[in-house]
């Protein structure tokens, strides 16, 4: 299976904040790659799918770039509903999809 | 409005079965694949498997650490999805979410729509 690695584990920002998100692919996916946002105790949320195509409905400060094993997530300026935690997931593998670990965005 | 209600969690004994449904509605749900995704207690993500629809032979795929164990299958006359999970284990304990793949995705797979989710507990 194709593995997926997110980092940070965890970043702290402030409203307003840029804030970038980095998944790295342990093979070529492509632009296969969805980025998802997760509340706690809610469905995770499809924001950016094709590596940079933005979900109907997601505001444009979020944006995807990235193309093979390297791709990244970035909310241009942090709003207080979007804190929350960030999935990828590869979609290269159509057998067997995978998704990154993680990041958790959080109130500094 | 689109919407995925699942159903069927609960608390099992390890070595037990159990089958979660989902109730599709407000979209074609024959013409979609269908995906289960769970998260365990505190962790991330991890996909389960998913279905095929008709025009694609409703064939399934699944994760290595469910593969002979959970099942995956719809009935589109009822618009629901289904998981039959047997030979549960403790590490099985998650929250289960169905999901769905747009139509005519191509190999940019993603999951578009989601249910809120169902609760199952492997314990003794």
């Known amino acids: 299976d194709i593995q997926m690695t997110q980092s940070p584990s965890s970043v702290s920002a402030s409203v307003g904040d840029r804030v970038t998100i980095t998944c790295r692919a342990s093979q070529g996916i492509s632009s296969w790659l969805a980025w998802y946002q997760q509340k706690p105790g809610k469905a995770p949320k499809l924001l950016i799918y094709?590596?940079?195509s933005l979900q109907s409905g997601v505001p444009s400060r979020f944006s995807g770039s990235g193309s093979g094993t390297d791709f990244t997530l970035t909310i241009s300026s942090l709003q207080p509903e979007d804190f929350a935690t960030y999935y990828c997931q590869q979609a290269n593998s159509f057998l067997a999809l995978t998704f990154g670990g993680g990041t958790k965005v959080e109130i500094k | 409005e689109v919407q995925l209600v699942e159903s069927g969690g609960g608390l099992v004994q390890p070595g037990g079965s159990l089958r979660l449904s989902c109730a599709a509605s407000g979209f074609t749900f024959s013409d979609h694949y269908m995906d289960w995704v769970r998260q365990a207690p505190g962790k991330g993500l991890e996909w389960v498997g998913r279905t095929r629809n008709k025009a694609n032979s409703y064939t399934t795929e699944y994760a290595a650490s469910v593969k002979g164990r959970f099942t995956i299958s719809r009935d589109d006359s009822k618009n629901s999805l289904y998981l039959q999970m047997n030979s549960l284990k403790t590490e099985d304990t998650a929250v289960y979410y169905c999901?769905?793949?747009?139509?005519?995705?191509?190999?940019?797979?993603?999951?578009?729509?989601w249910g809120q989710g169902t609760t199952v507990t492997v314990s003794s």
């Open positions: 999901a769905r793949e747009p139509s005519y995705s191509g190999l940019a797979v993603r999951m578009d729509v």
């Open positions: 094709a590596a940079s």
